[in-house]
């Protein structure tokens, strides 16, 4: 194998691969990633890919192919070297003895490599469902659902975001930890195939989507069928098995007759949920939210050690009402709504769900539980 | 107690003295700070001021004190609130039962306070032997000397820098942990009293010193005794106790005859350093450096997970040589100084430590023991 490629590419490939590699303790050759060399007329082509068995990464990327081949070498290690290599071109060859050689100008990074047969392989397979959706609506869409998803193994069905094909072309994605729980639906384009009812993708394969979708601006394919999905951004394919398991029917839990609306500032509600649970010093953060005619006020606990308050202005023209919540679940859900300086939320009685809405978007929601409060 | 204080000189004069206020699971009442309100012609002051037990900062700030007053409270709970407030003014006050209620606009942050009397509290004392030099300078005695000291306790003595006044209006500053030394001499004014021959700061202290500092861009004045150094920069001072021991003889480890010099980019050297030493997963990090005419040639340990070779331009007329060294030890020192854009390196042999000098800072050395390397 010998070619040179741009260290920027290999850098920025390798800073998305790299995370999936690291947990790996118990299998060490997860800690490689595989390095493939292509000829291709004009040049040539250069395949990084990585997987945790769960989720696999790859991307292609142009490069100087003068012989091709392939290598499977420390993910971690290429990344922290060939960072800080002055030169523009990363030049990479190997020899017989499985030696992989990196040269950035004068720097020189030598590395054993492992049998390429060893590592996982992953085909990625046709998948009979798909649609595409442009990369930065695609992005919301993680972003808006995934912090709800639960993070503790209690129940497997809910540690992922259910995704849903219906209406002919619209997505639906929800996720719900019990407590709260966030839905969007988004138009999607190209939508073919008999879908299966609903898939649970991963919350942690949401996350890496992420990642890789901060590389990419254009339309994204997604497809899957019961087991898998597979996410097709340009070059660069990302491929997860899928959480199995039924998710519960949320239809009910979604609040249908709040009559008493506040639309409050995002900023500076964010702001005061951070000012009053500084407080409590429990993972539950629980404050006390008062509704007065266009006024807004979060209590802390009045504890031993302290207590806080902050008022904010609101548009509020509904009953005197006091409601209790955990301060984190409000500041996740108000934290991904970046799309809106305003956030309107939908509340009935003190022991009724709260439901957050962003004005001009009817394709998202979030409904958090209150908790009981007693000063 | 009742008064109004600009916010941005609260929080600034809590994120220098809350450090302090830390580690106090053992001692709660040492997670607490004073704030004294004092009235004084044109409005007043307030005075924060914190310890634990070994430094002691201080700080006055101009304020609206309506009444004055003490309390004692948690300085991470202020700090962390107060600092999240959005108005620029912030009310105190306190009531008979020692409530303190802290006013950012519509935010509010109530504390219990403690019993000011059970606080240790310190007086500086005026002490007999003291100088006055300008932020700048005393920054940098600080950092190019603070790095080389001992952090683990196995040498008291060498937990801290050793600081000399001499020849009339000198400083000295040497520190040292046996593996290598930083020395920096620089000038001081209005020097006065009889000073004991050495003392020997705290490392803790000295880092203490160089956060005040950031603040002050003016002269300094620090003053001493056998068992204490106060620092007296604009309104704020630190005051802390020393260490007390014999600092050894360091004269005799500096080298003097060392004939073969090397002129490199300090940038360049860091960069090779981290791409080297990024290999080894020890917290030696052995490097071999192969001098050659006008090149300087770094190589990790040839291991079975691999290796790495630098090389770079420098300016050398010697004979070739090898010698190793910890490439932490290196980068440190390298990392410091920030007054030059070259670095001129003195060696001998291969067994003879190596000394770093700035060019045109005649006032700074450091030396770097070597390590036998065998490959």
Known sequence: ????????????????????????????????????????????????????????????????????GVACISARKVL??????????????SDEQLWVTL??????????????????????????NRFTMNSRELRQCIELTTFAAMTNETRKNLMGVCLRLSNGNSTQWVATDGHRLAQVTREAKDVQGESPPEIIVPRKAMMEML?????????????????????????????????????????????????????????RMINALKIVSFMSQDKIKPVKMTLEPDLLRLESERAEFGDVLDELPVEYAGENMKIGFNARY???????????PEVKMKLKGSLNPCLIEIPNDSGFLSVVMPLRIEW
Chains 1, 2 share one sequence.
Not at 230 to 248: D, S, Y
């Open 103 to 128: 040269e950035g100008g004068p720097s020189r990074l030598r590395l054993p490599s492992v049998e390429v047969g060893l590592y996982p392989h992953m085909d990625p397979p046709e998948l009979p």
């Open 1 to 68: 194998m010998k070619l040179s490629i741009e260290k920027n590419l290999l850098v920025n490939a390798l800073q998305v691969i790299t995370p999936l590699t690291d947990k790996s303790s118990s299998k060490p050759i997860l800690s490689n990633f595989l390095l493939e060399a292509k000829l291709k007329e004009g040049g040539g082509v250069v395949k990084l890919s990585a997987t945790d068995y769960e989720i696999s990464i790859s991307g292609e990327f142009p490069a100087k192919v003068e012989e091709p």
């Open 330 to 340: 409000l500041l996740d859900v108000f934290s991904v709504i970046q799309q809106s």
């Open 211 to 267: 990642r890789v979708l901060e590389h990419h601006d254009e339309a994204v394919e997604v497809s899957f069928d019961e087991r898998h999905l597979l996410m097709t951004a340009g070059k660069t394919l990302l491929m997860t098995r899928l959480i199995e398991g039924k998710f519960p029917n949320v239809e009910q839990v979604i609040p249908k007759d709040s009559d008493r609306t506040v639309l409050v500032n995002r900023e």
């Open 80 to 93: 922290e070297v060939c960072r800080e290599f002055s030169s523009e071109e990363v030049r990479i060859s």
